[in-house]
């Protein structure tokens, strides 16, 4: 039995062995319907330790996606794009299908997966590097189409994986490996407000930015990405997720103090929200096919 088994007992109508009636971690003895399982992780992520730095943004959103795929039972039917950045082995965490893309190219990979295989579920994660830097043609023009696609967009400013250079996103005077005196707009012009641009093409159905820093933050996060696979439904477009991120490390801050900078700097730029929504018509079309909707 594990440290979570002892200490938390399943409240629930299924018999439990008197095992269950025992000692917790501190020695105390608990039994078996006076505890309740308030929280577990989610069983299609799978239960490995992850390579990301402590209080790192993307271990987070992989367990929010992986806990809505979950809650939508839709694990055998959902196919994930991992991307080139910090995220580049999200396919040994998240237990779904997965494939690599090269840098860049994860728009244009799920636009042949969910081409070839409609009925599933098919999401890219890619950084601010990945998907407004070498992929920003990849990206606009998979949204210009419409594909039928979730996308994940985990903005940190900068290109974590290899040590911080300046990204398009990187916040105006930011200081980063390759702009060590700050992002000088002469020099290197503005950020890249990603979802406003993609929001303008015909093709983007459901366009929101959120963020991980906070509980209140987390919820909507999640939410979001329960209505955006949902959306896969209605074959209406394409389902754009932008989401905050930190990178204590190469901001060279704590977790806590990169939380705070999100809060303080970066939504002035980034501010948070929904950038553009489906119509009552279509969400009226959702609630007819019967299913779950989480909004
Ligand atoms: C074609 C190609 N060009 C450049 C690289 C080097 N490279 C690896 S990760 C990366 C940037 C990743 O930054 P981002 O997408 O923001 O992800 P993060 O690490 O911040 O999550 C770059 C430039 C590469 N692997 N392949
Ligand atoms: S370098 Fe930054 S983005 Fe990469 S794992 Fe560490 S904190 Fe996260
Ligand atoms: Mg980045």
């Not at 969910?114 to 998979?142: N, S």
């Amino acid at each position: 039995m594990s440290a979570e088994e002892l200490t938390i007992t399943e409240k629930s109508d299924k018999s439990i062995s008197a095992e269950t009636d025992t000692l917790n971690a501190t020695g105390i003895s608990c039994a078996e319907d006076e505890y309740s399982v308030v929280y577990e992780r989610p069983h299609t992520l799978l239960d490995v330790n992850m390579h990301y730095c402590p209080g790192c943004a993307h271990s987070l959103v992989h367990k929010l996606i992986m806990e809505a795929v979950e809650e939508l039972g839709i694990q055998e039917n959902t196919i994930g794009v991992a991307p080139v950045g910090c995220a580049v082995f999200a396919y040994d965490y998240m237990d779904v299908d997965m494939q690599e893309a090269a840098h860049g190219r994860a728009t244009a990979v799920a636009t042949g997966i969910k081409r070839l295989m409609p009925d599933k579920y098919v999401f890219t994660y890619q950084g601010d590097g990945d998907l407004a830097a070498i992929g920003i043609a990849e990206t606009i023009h998979t949204i210009n189409r419409g594909e039928n696609i979730m996308i994940v967009f985990i903005n940190n400013a900068v290109y974590g994986m290899t040590s911080g250079q300046m990204a398009p996103t990187t916040l105006v005077g930011m200081k980063t490996t390759t702009s060590p005196f700050g992002r000088d707009t002469s020099v290197y012009g503005f950020p890249i407000k990603v979802s406003e641009l993609i929001s303008q093409l015909p093709g983007s159905f459901y366009v929101t930015r959120q963020a991980v820093n906070k509980n209140t933050a987390v919820r909507k996060t999640k939410k979001a990405i329960l209505n955006a696979l949902n959306y896969q439904k209605l074959n209406k477009g394409t389902c754009f997720i932008e989401i905050i991120g930190n990178c204590p490390s190469n901001w060279k801050m704590t977790p806590v103090e990169s939380n705070n900078f999100i809060d303080e700097q970066m939504v002035k730029t980034f501010p948070l929200g929904d950038v553009k929504l489906p119509s009552a018509e279509d969400l009226k079309q959702l609630n007819q096919t019967g299913d779950k909707q989480p909004c």
